[in-house]
């Protein structure tokens, strides 16, 4: 997955919160645009858009931008930040068995959850089904355990340690069967669980899960209008030639795509901006 863009009415008030927060380095600001990550890798971009109202909460949007840390300390060093700047942002935290999360809520209402993958050899597969749960992991217990001296200079410093990506991307829907039919049939994803009609995850290669559509707030929502909140998804795949494969797959499909010889953009059924590039 590559970086989320999120549509702000408050941008320095937004980079404060992933910067001084969550641990991510700002890359750029230019003007309305601000680009924040790791070493060379945008995470969150956030866009400069005052004029716009928030939407309700029942719409279809983001549910959650899922920010993968390389070591436990290194989530634990990201949890602490928060915890210390932003107290008010924690909603949750759980033991998925395939990763160790911890939720948040940034000033604006975008869902951000901060995670940890266990070794993939310690992933249960059945039939394609990978095992997932979720079971109480206390935060604290966790700080204690694996924040070390290092977090805590980290924390005190104001910085992050090692490398992070954006893991998965979690979104509301109006149905799961819509998403079904365009994540998995049509874009291709492979379906690795589901909760009955309430939420569906997917992947590409054997891993637990790229994206995530749920209705747990939105059920029956229809396409988005424009307003505060997610802007764009954007998906990385290998090569050019998986781009062009893709983009023959979606005309057959009679997808409606933007195509700039780059990156391959099209809506999801509720005008979600998914956009898709080759890493190399």
């Known amino acids: 997955m590559g970086a989320v863009t999120l549509r702000v009415a408050d941008l320095d008030g937004m980079i ?12 750029s600001h230019d003007g309305p645009v601000a680009v924040l990550g790791r070493g060379t890798t945008p995470i969150v971009i956030l866009q400069h858009a005052p004029e716009l109202k928030h939407a309700s909460p029942r719409d279809a949007g983001l549910f959650h931008t899922a920010i993968l840390l390389d070591t436990r300390q290194a989530l634990a060093t990201a949890i602490a930040s928060v915890a210390t700047r932003y107290p008010g942002t924690f909603t949750g935290s759980a033991d998925h068995l395939v990763s160790e999360a911890f939720y948040f809520t940034d ?13 993939r050899s310690t992933w249960s597969w ?3 089904t990978v ?30 340690l090692g490398d992070a990506v954006v893991g998965h991307v979690h979104l509301s829907v109006g149905d799961v069967a819509s998403a079904r039919e365009f994540y998995v049939d049509r874009l291709g994803f492979e379906t690795t669980a589901e909760m009955g009609d309430q939420a569906l995850f997917v992947s590409a290669g054997g891993y637990h899960h790229h994206m995530a559509m749920n209705t747990w707030n939105s059920r029956g929502a229809g396409k988005r209008g424009l ?7 954007e998906i990385l795949v290998p090569t050019a030639d998986d781009l ?12 409606g795509t933007r195509d700039d010889g780059r990156t391959l953009a099209f809506d999801d ?3 979600n901006l998914v956009e898709v590039r080759a890493a190399q």
């Open 16 to 27: 404060r919160y992933y910067r001084d927060g969550v641990t991510l380095e700002l890359l």
């Open 107 to 119: 000033p604006e209402g975008n869902g951000v959850e901060l995670y940890f993958d266990r070794d």
């Open 126 to 128: 059945t039939h394609g």
């Open 131 to 160: 095992e997932m749960a979720t079971i109480y992991l206390d935060p604290n217990g966790y700080l204690h355990e694996h924040l070390g001296e290092t977090g805590t200079a980290a924390v005190a410093s104001g910085t992050g």
């Open 227 to 233: 307003a505060l909140g997610l802007g764009k998804v």
């Open 244 to 255: 062009g494969e893709l983009g023959e797959r979606m005309a057959h499909f009679k997808v």
């Open 269 to 271: 059924p509720w005008a």
